[in-house]
């Protein structure tokens, strides 16, 4: 049996990948009588609705809009409020007005973009400083506070403040937003959805139409990427499906576009950032108030989520005694932004980044240096929301990426390179992580699963995390294979559904192994547990005779070494009248958190890493490339190191493309104008790191109770790309004096970079 | 001279041949593959030719094989060829082809949904044996897109790919008659019969290669009324590689005119690596991007920068034209209704003379450039005798620097620079600011200028 946990398992669907093979919803066979549906989109940032018409034509089967919406016209994820078609108002440029239902794709699609729109528009609110200026949020200013910063700041023997930005992101997944509703008896809907969030879709079909939660039956086989963006984003998609499913008795497939997508759905928050930080003549920190502004767009969405979370890591691996973050959600006309791996953390890490720059700059003092005396340790071992940093591993990850990645040899090398090169320029950077596992909110952190044994022995699985590319299903099969000791070959993972496990969280967080892992290893340890009672008494043995191992089941009692195979035992069962099948429950121990106080333990575990960056600027016209990469990470004791190594190089890259090439740009009207790949610059292959060296964290198994010791790697090293921030300050810093710091802000375009040289040049 | 208005598109798919009546043939080849022939496993990813989802291969008569874009690609273009999807490189037995197999081997899949797209350009990249360093792997990657793995397992994937055997092509009977496909669709076979298309169907769109007009069809979703597609016209094919020039006629595609290209101006190696992508290059033209007349064309500043002409031909006769006087305003050529363009000619560089270029983005690959410069100098006794600077992405037009182009053989590189200011009035948009893009038009001068002193020396990120 080589195929359990800590195995390099491939990813399940690789070869249907290859060949083409595996299904997305688009490809799924479409009953006679499919419609197609379009959306309206609002061409106004903001304004008052007075009317949308679709003139009738060709194949157009009904145009839906507010007022046909039998339930509530409610689409929001926590909040309330946020219409699936605006009703007497629209918020932002890309707001779905209505839907047009046809026959064919095209009709649908000719008749929306025929559409007569009405609006009277109003003045807009468009950047983040308009924002806080109108003082126009989302929610309340939310604030973590430990300690007395203001007198610290007084009292500290040195003070600075800064001011940056860094903007958003958008998904990019490959499979655009779509949903496939197919009516049922009875008003039931079943939707093929590609969604993070099945539960979610569920409910929120459900509310629209005005119908119970056990109608609606959400499933997802696999999406073509997700990243967060398939969280709340995917549930109106399928909602709006589901409505015209049901208004018309056809099964409907909605379908976004590209330039629908980019423009109708939310994107990473945009963030702006002013801080004064004390500290003393060595560069340690003693006090930090930091204002940490989203661009949360035009509703609530998920925006509590992530600025909570930018504000719990804006510490990130440095201990701070007395500490002030306060995150502001801005309400503008724009996309509504919402989760994107790593959910504000990204956003949160690069305060201290900056700021530790600029310390280091002022005291003439190696930043890497004032970085490791900040962290936090057995002095300082206390996050400023309360949480003990345990299991610490900072020393570990990045004594061993100084070590991986030369660190001092290259430091010198590159000074010296500098000195003598005028036009091209190298920069270094260095960066640690800690990221909070667990959902900020202690009651999503549950998860069920369903496994059967069938009596030839062979195992269905089915539990409630989605399959988007991160390999859960391979890693759940695989804790299956390791409680039954059987080949992975026995175990079908099976799509997620509603109507299988309910009442799940999203697979965001990172958390879809921990959560589902644990549930399905219960699911499957019931089981194993009826098997073992059954068998000792059909063998006459003692239930602790009973061995599983190596797709055989042994009976190793005193005089007999009887050995069945695990499907005769299966059989036996049967015949035996035992049941082989079973559902499997976890909830996150330990966790536990006062949102309003923004004090507790929010997080189970934290997860630690480190990465160095090197990059080449041209002095000329900004260009910047990522020569080399070295990346630490901690996996705890990893489930599965193939899909691991997946995560960790897909993320860093993806991080990359934030904090470099990817502009999300709006013209003075509020209107997205990069709305597909030509005008979005998502990192090609030539932009990963030339040189990219990667590797888990040796012999490091969880220190909390997880499933087979391992941590979740999904969102933490994508915030190792703020290496290549760090090094473009670097190099950028390598034009000046050298005792200049950088305001370079996010994305740090070609544009962006030599503007930061020319304004350091003088 | 049309055969008949019946015409049916025939090519051949996966070695079978295919007959295809009754639909557009502007429909594009992917929504025929996955609509009408329920072939899913190639994706949309974009429907703008960006993302490499739908990539599938042309084989070639001659035994080349290149990836290309079925989003982009109208059926009526199809006729005449041999394609081969993902599905077509399963065994008869229904195993995977070794770059399947090698693919997933690799852990170089994620969510999967870009991955027939990137098999397809492995397996083109295959079969072209090409030796599988990093630069032409990163060459052949340049138009596929990949949201989740960060590339490195693909580019492994891509370093084992040599040695396996691809099928032949297998393209169906040249056509002896030229075909009309839905009335709409004419695919001349001759200059006379395309000239004489051309002026009695004014509101007709002369399609080449399609990979800007098969947005129309692909991403608006509103195909022109007409098309004639000049891509069998045997006149438009010509490419003549001359002692004194070069001439290309204007249907041929990037990928065939590369190699000479490259050999007669080697800068334009690494320029050309990054005009679009090898699936673009694979179907789009040079006389196609003069034809478009945008802005950000690439290739009108090399052109420009060459002092190419452009050879046009009517029923009226034909005339050449300079290219500094063949874009008139935006998207306006100097070309009249009833004109196409033949061909194009590029003299050689003579003794003396180098050619620079240069093309700043966002993104290294597949990106359209904030600023491209093209820059022939003529130096003579170590004296820079003769110029030629032209620029895209800052005018209306792809134009030459004038103003630059006479301060420099005066006054030298900063009075050219200071110059720039006079020549060009660039537009804020999305891929950079007016001020960004004068101030990089003015460094490029500078690059040039350290270019010309030392050769030797890196002046990019690209070559550390």
């Known amino acids: ?762 | 001279m049309f055969s008949r208005m019946a015409d049916t598109i025939r090519f051949t798919l996966n070695g079978q041949p295919v007959d295809v009546g009754g639909l557009s043939p502007m429909t594009t080849l992917l929504d025929w593959l996955r609509d009408h022939r329920g072939l899913k496993g190639t994706k949309e990813g974009c429907a703008e030719g960006d993302c490499g989802a739908c990539t599938v291969v042309l084989e070639r008569a001659d035994g080349q094989h290149e990836a290309m874009n079925s989003c982009i690609a109208m059926l009526g273009q199809m006729d005449g060829q041999s394609i081969r999807t993902i599905e077509g490189l399963l065994g008869k037995d229904g195993t995977p082809h070794p770059v399947q197999r090698v693919f997933a081997e690799s852990d170089a899949t994620q969510c999967g949904f870009c991955t027939p797209g990137f098999v397809m350009t492995a397996y083109a990249f295959a079969a072209g044996g090409e030796p599988p360093a990093l630069e032409t792997i990163h060459d052949a990657l340049a138009g596929n897109l990949c949201r989740c793995t960060g590339y490195r397992p693909i580019v492994d994937a891509m370093k084992k790919m040599t040695g396996f055997a691809t099928e032949p092509a297998a393209p169906p009977a040249a056509r002896t008659a030229s075909p009309a496909f839905d009335g709409t669709f004419f695919a001349p076979r001759s200059l006379d019969e395309l000239v004489a298309l051309r002026a009695r169907y004014p509101e007709a769109l002369l399609l080449a290669g399609g990979t800007d007009l098969g947005l129309l069809a692909s991403r608006s979703r509103t195909p022109p009324p007409a098309a004639i597609h000049v891509s069998h016209v045997p006149e438009l094919n010509v490419v003549h590689a001359g002692d004194r020039h070069l001439t290309f006629g204007a249907a041929v595609s990037y990928a065939c005119a590369w190699p000479i290209l490259v050999e007669a101006f080697p800068a334009l190696r690494t320029y050309l690596a990054r005009l679009g992508s090898r699936q673009i290059r694979t179907m789009g033209t040079i006389g196609g991007n003069l034809g478009n007349a945008s802005p950000i064309g690439d290739m009108p500043p090399v052109l420009l920068a060459l002092d190419g002409k452009v050879a046009l031909v009517s029923r009226r006769g034909a005339r050449e034209v300079p290219l500094d006087r063949f874009f008139v305003g935006y998207r306006e050529t100097a070309l009249a209704a009833d004109e196409v363009i033949q061909s194009f000619t590029l003299p050689r560089l003579r003794a003396g003379e180098s050619f620079h270029c240069d093309k700043v983005s966002k993104r290294r690959d597949q990106d359209i450039s904030a600023v491209a410069g093209a820059y022939r100098i003529r130096i003579e006794n170590g004296r820079i005798e003769d110029a030629r600077l032209a620029f895209g992405g800052m005018a209306a037009t792809p134009k030459r620097a004038s103003h630059a182009e006479a301060a420099l053989l005066k006054d030298g590189f900063d009075a050219a620079r200071a110059a720039l200011a006079q020549d060009f009035q660039p537009l804020d948009d999305w891929r950079g600011t007016a001020a960004y893009r004068l101030r990089v038009a003015a460094n490029l001068l500078r690059r040039l200028e350290l270019r010309l002193a030392e050769p030797r020396r890196p002046v990019e990120v690209e070559a550390l």
């Open chain 1, 1 to 762: 049996m080589k195929s359990g946990v800590h195995t390099a398992q491939r990813h399940d669907s690789a070869l249907k990948h290859v060949t083409g093979q595996a299904l997305y919803i688009d490809d799924m066979p479409e009953p006679a009588g499919t419609l197609h549906a379009a959306l309206v989109l609002s061409p106004i940032a903001h304004g008052r609705l007075r009317k949308v018409a679709v003139p009738p034509s060709p194949g157009v089967v009904a145009v839906l809009d507010a007022r046909d919406i039998p339930g509530k016209n409610d689409v929001a994820p926590v909040g309330s409020d946020e219409p699936l078609f605006a009703t007497d108002r629209v918020f932002y440029a890309g707001q779905p007005l209505a839907m047009v239902v046809a026959a064919t794709l095209d009709a649908a699609r000719h008749a929306a973009d025929r559409a007569t729109i009405e609006i009277d528009a109003e003045p807009a609110i468009l950047d983040i400083e308009s924002a806080l200026a109108a003082k126009a949020y989302v929610q309340a200013p939310q604030t973590l506070l430990r300690g007395d910063p203001d007198s610290a700041l007084k009292s500290s023997p040195h003070c600075l403040s800064a001011e940056f930005t860094v903007g958003g992101q958008e998904h990019f997944y490959l499979e655009g937003q779509i949903a496939f509703a197919l009516p049922g008896e009875d008003g039931d809907i079943v939707v093929h959805t590609s969604t993070q969030h099945p539960t979610e879709v569920q409910h929120i079909c459900a509310r629209l139409l005005g119908c119970d939660f056990n109608r609606i039956t959400a499933v997802v086989r696999r999406l073509g990427g997700g990243f967060g963006g398939k969280e709340s984003n995917a549930s109106w998609v399928a909602g709006a499906a589901a409505l015209a499913a049901n208004h018309t008795g056809k099964p409907v497939k909605l379908r976004l576009p590209r330039e629908v997508d980019m423009v109708a759905t939310g994107k990473r928050h945009p963030f702006l950032y002013r801080y004064t930080v004390g500290f003393d003549g060595a560069g340690r920190v003693l006090a930090l108030d930091a204002m940490l502004a989203a661009d949360a767009g035009w509703s609530l969405d998920l925006t509590p989520g992530v600025v909570a979370r930018a504000l719990t890591h804006t510490d990130n691996a440095y201990w701070i005694p007395h500490f002030r973050a306060v995150g502001y959600a801005c309400r503008t006309h724009k996309q509504s932004n919402t989760a994107f791996r790593g959910f504000g953390g990204p956003q949160g890490v690069v305060v201290m980044e900056d700021a530790l720059d600029r310390i280091a700059h002022r005291l003439g003092r190696d930043p890497v240096e004032v970085r490791t005396l900040n962290f936090y340790d057995g002095e300082g071992d206390e996050t400023p929301f309360g949480q003990k940093v345990e299991g610490n591993l900072l020393p570990r990850v990045w004594a061993a990426v100084k070590h991986e990645a030369d660190w001092a040899r290259r430091r010198a090398e590159i000074d010296a390179f500098n000195k003598t090169s005028p036009v091209l320029k190298r920069g270094l950077g260095l960066f640690p992580v800690k990221f909070g596992i667990s959902f900020n909110i202690p009651h999503m952190n549950q998860a069920g699963a369903l496994v059967h044994v069938y009596s030839d022995g062979s195992i269905r699985l089915n539990h409630g995390g989605t399959e988007m590319g991160q390999g859960l299903f391979i890693k759940v099969a695989q804790v299956v294979a390791e409680v039954f000791k059987v080949d992975i070959g026995r175990i079908r993972p099976s799509a997620t559904s509603t109507a299988e496990v309910p009442n799940t969280s999203p697979t965001a967080a990172s958390t879809g192994s921990d959560l589902n892992g644990w549930a399905a290893f219960e699911a499957a340890n019931t089981i194993k547990k009826r098997m073992i009672a059954f068998a000792a008494e059909h063998f006459g043995a003692a239930e602790s005779e009973i061995e599983f191992a190596d797709n055989t089941v042994r009976i190793a009692k005193p005089g007999s070494n009887r050995v069945v195979s695990f499907n005769e035992l299966a059989k036996l069962c049967y015949l035996g009248r035992v049941s082989l099948s079973s559902t499997g429950y976890y909830k996150t121990p330990k966790i536990h958190w006062d949102g309003v106080k923004m004090k507790g333990r929010p997080f189970f575990y934290f997860s630690f890493g480190a990465a160095a960056a090197e990059v080449a600027i041209d002095t000329l016209t900004g260009e910047s490339r990522v020569l080399r990469a070295d990346l630490v990470q901690d996996c705890g004791t990893s489930l599965n190191p193939a899909v691991d190594l997946g995560q960790i190089e897909g993320a860093f890259v993806q991080g990359q493309g934030w904090l470099t090439s990817e502009e999300l740009w709006w013209d003075k009207e509020g209107r997205l104008r990069t709305v597909g790949p030509s005008t979005y610059k998502i990192p090609g292959s030539r932009d990963a790191p030339a040189i990219f060296n990667v590797r888990m964290l040796d012999n490091a198994p969880n220190t909390e109770a997880t499933i087979f010791r391992s941590k979740a790697v999904g969102e933490p090293p994508l915030l190792l790309a703020t290496a290549v921030w760090n090094a473009l300050k670097d190099a950028i810093a390598a034009t000046g004096d050298g005792k200049t710091a950088v305001r370079l802000d996010a994305p740090a375009t070609p544009e962006r970079i030599l503007a930061a040289i020319d304004k350091l040049k003088g």
